[in-house]
């Protein structure tokens, strides 16, 4: 029985000193009937406010608000700094759309407008690379369905996929 609790003392000490994992999601979908690339970045809010907390001085509670549209500036800025998308060999232009809050999840959306069916994507997405050292950012790119997923890391920040397209 001693030797069993320090076991379990032993590892729960561990646990306490592993350094916590960071993710963020991005969705990419091409929407062959608008022409149009749909992105939805899932963040979450915890890591997401002390981040925008130390770059913008404020002091926010996203999970008080009654709306995230307050904060809607700063995401769209913190995002056109952090992430971007060339398709096909050409820098997009990505269009903020507005962002909402999900328990303790931040939804961001944008979208691309004016594409014709992509075959290769470059895309750079260092959110919070700058907060945490740890942190990945994965995207999933979905073209007709067929969908590839990039996992992006601090120093592999930027990233290509390629479809082939018939």
Do not use: C
């Amino acid at each position: 029985m001693l030797y069993s609790n320090f076991i379990i003392g032993f590892f729960l000490m561990l646990s306490g000193m592993l350094h916590p994992f960071y993710v963020s999601i991005t969705d990419l979908v091409y929407k062959e009937d608008t022409k149009s690339v749909q992105i939805m970045h899932k963040v979450f809010v915890d890591d997401f406010e002390q981040t925008l907390n130390k770059h913008y001085n404020v002091n926010l509670d996203i999970l008080a608000m009654e709306s995230t549209a307050e904060i809607d500036d700063m995401l769209k800025d913190y995002y056109s700094k952090r992430f971007a998308v060339e398709i096909d060999g050409k820098e997009q232009e990505i269009t903020y759309i507005g962002s909402e809050l999900e328990e303790n999840v931040l939804w961001i959306y944008q979208e691309i407008y004016k594409v014709r069916k992509p075959e290769k994507f470059r895309i750079t997405n260092t959110v919070l690379f700058d907060e945490f050292d740890t942190q990945s950012n994965l995207v999933h790119t979905d073209l007709g369905g067929k969908i590839k997923t990039l996992r992006l890391t601090e120093g592999d920040g930027t990233q290509e996929v390629e479809f082939e397209v018939y």
